[in-house]
């Protein structure tokens, strides 16, 4: 991970998914300044799991095709809420 890079990982372990997040403290600055003047571009990339897809025709086309499903989704805001 470089100085101004956060990583969002989504792993699936033991039939859960969790979401963690790394973020050095540069990261952490550089995203308060994003925020501030509107850059940089973000974005989540990750790769699908088949049982995540849930249009059932799809899943089985996906599941068929053999390969894994790579996708970046533009991200423009977004909040995170505290849990429990």
């Not at 792993?11 to 850059?39: I, V």
């Not at 699908?48 to 533009?74: C, F, K």
């Not at 991200?75 to 429990?84: M, N, V, Y």
């Amino acid at each position: 991970m470089s100085d101004e890079t956060v990583d969002i990982c989504v792993r699936n372990s033991a039939g859960r998914t969790q979401l963690n997040l790394y973020a050095s403290d540069e990261a952490k600055a550089a995203a308060m300044l994003a925020k501030k003047s509107g850059l940089p571009q973000a974005y989540l990339e990750l790769i699908v799991l088949p049982e995540w897809v849930t249009n059932l025709d799809q899943r089985v086309a996906y599941q068929n095709s053999g390969e894994l499903m790579h996708i970046r989704i533009p991200i423009h805001g977004g909040s995170l809420p505290l849990f429990d």
